[in-house]
């Protein structure tokens, strides 16, 4: 199927904010350093990613720094334009002021990997995601999907829905946040009944990503609507996840952020 061939051009929902429940359960980073994450960052072969980067300060300016690290967890550069090819962006920002950094998307070649802010970002700033795919029948960017930035981890219940029926397709992406640890989530598929029909683990060592076609990794979830529930194998864990679902040619060419919804 030739949507296939935007397998792993994926996203995520903003997480709230936790406490852990007892001091002697795991902190995440997200709870000591302010952090936000864009799951998936893509360039190259048809995609595109444009960071949104926003002062929500209406007075005072605002600094940023956001890193980017690839599938094995080392810092990865990505090519910008106006900018060059970098593996991390620093900035100020004027109050109230947003600026839009573009990936170029004209290598044959997709390069993925995900971002996140340190703790030398202001509070105020907020980043999110413009991710464009090019229709492969023009080679014209035409598609797009907005991906808000998230925290960087999980707790309680977490569930994606789905959607792989009617030749629509349904992707995502994971990214272990911490820096220091293999993070692991448990997996069930269900179907809009709640019948399981795949369960699985997934484990990504430190600051490493993964994203893939739903299907192609769990075919049980072939040509069905349901939703993936995730569930961190400790009380939290240092991850983020997103999804997109793609539409089918004969439904338009169209490309949309599935939810990340939480529950305590």
Known sequence: MLLRHYSAILLCACLPAITPAATNQKTPKALAIETTVIPQMVDGGLVRSILVITNADAARNA????????????????????????????????????????TS?????????????????????????????????????????????????????????????????????????????????????????????????????ANQHTSFVIAQRWPELTNTQGSLIFTPSDIIADVSLMGLRFASLQNGFTVATLPVIQHY
């Open 63 to 102: 600094a940023y720094h956001i890193d980017f690290y690839g599938n094995d967890g080392l810092p990865l550069a990505f090519p910008f334009q106006t900018i060059g090819k970098v593996d991390h962006l620093d900035g100020t920002l004027a109050p109230g002021a947003s600026v839009f950094l573009s």
């Open 105 to 205: 998307g004209t290598a044959s070649a997709q390069q993925q990997g995900w971002a996140t802010t340190d703790s030398s970002t202001s509070t105020s700033v907020a980043i999110s995601q413009i991710l464009q795919v090019k229709d492969p029948g023009t080679g014209k960017f035409s598609a797009e999907a907005l991906i808000q930035g998230t925290q960087s981890y999980m707790a309680g219940t977490t569930v994606i829905p789905f959607d792989n029926k009617n030749g629509n397709v349904s992707s995502m992406a994971i990214s272990n946040t911490s820096s220091y640890s293999t993070e692991t989530v448990n997996v069930k598929g269900v179907d809009q009944n709640g019948n399981t029909l795949k369960t699985d683990t997934v484990s990504l060592g």
